[in-house]
T-cell receptor
Framework: KNQVEQSPQSLIILEGKNCTLQ??????????LRWYKQDTGRGPVSLTI?????NTKSNGRYTATLDADTKQSSLHITASQLSDSASYIC???????????FGKGTTLSVSS | NAGVMQNPRHLVRRRGQEARLRCSPM?????VYWYRQLPEEGLKFMVY????????ESGMPKERFSAEFPKEGPSILRIQQVVRGDSAAYFC????????????FGPGTRLTVT
């Protein structure tokens, strides 16, 4: 069964600190992997999208990595800000279909 | 350049009533996707439509749920005879193409069934 698992489920960090969120997936065959940020009460907003041939992609303070061999991805957030408090969702698309397969997300809380 | 629009943002229905959720994609986008997010759960794909066609409805419940994307006007997700388990946030996304293309999400419609 195609699955996307994220860890940790929740995380609390101090403003200015870095953090790394993890994503493991079993989706095969694999097309691309995306990271989204979802603020409470809002729709997800795309941060990065990577195909199987890409190892890393950055978007400002967000850097995503992908290891297609081990089926793992990470999202690194540098110099966190209060506005980074949100749910971060790992999403995988299989080659077999058009549907996105979502993880449950990691809830990040940045405190001052 | 308006993003994906959804309305209403909040919808309350009694059990047995019908719910109609609307989605206007971004300008120039002809691909629309509907997702459902239950409390404490991740988003789940429901249906993918192009203008006047349902491309993939593998995530749609077999009964009471239907979707359309007419030639003119917004995409509609229709839930007939709602039950309490239908209470969720329903998100619409649009894109220029499939698979590798970016999907842009609307703000969602929060359906509450009483």
């Amino acid at each position: 069964k195609n699955q996307v698992e994220q860890s940790p489920q929740s995380l609390i960090i101090l403003e200015g600190k870095n953090c790394t969120l993890q994503c493991n997936y079993t989706v095969s065959p694999f097309s691309n992997l995306r990271w989204y940020k979802q603020d409470t009460g809002r729709g997800p907003v795309s941060l990065t999208i990577m195909t199987f041939s890409e190892n890393t992609k950055s978007n400002g303070r967000y850097t995503a990595t992908l290891d297609a061999d081990t089926k793992q991805s990470s999202l690194h957030i540098t110099a966190s800000q209060l506005s980074d408090s949100a749910s971060y969702i790992c999403v995988v698309t299989s080659q077999a279909g058009t549907a996105l397969i979502f993880g449950k997300g990691t809830t990040l809380s940045v405190s001052s | 350049n308006a993003g994906v629009m959804q309305n209403p943002r909040h919808l309350v229905r009694r059990r047995g009533q019908e719910a109609r959720l609307r989605c206007s994609p971004m300008k120039g986008h002809s691909h629309v996707y509907w997702y459902r997010q239950l409390p404490e759960e991740g988003l789940k794909f429901m249906v993918y439509l192009q203008k006047e066609n349902i491309i993939d409805e593998s995530g749609m419940p077999k009964e009471r749920f239907s979707a359309e994307f007419p030639k003119e006007g917004p995409s509609i997700l229709r839930i007939q005879q709602v039950v309490r388990g239908d209470s969720a946030a329903y998100f619409c996304a649009s894109s220029e193409g499939v698979s590798s293309y970016e999907q842009y999400f609307g703000p969602g419609t929060r359906l509450t069934v009483t």
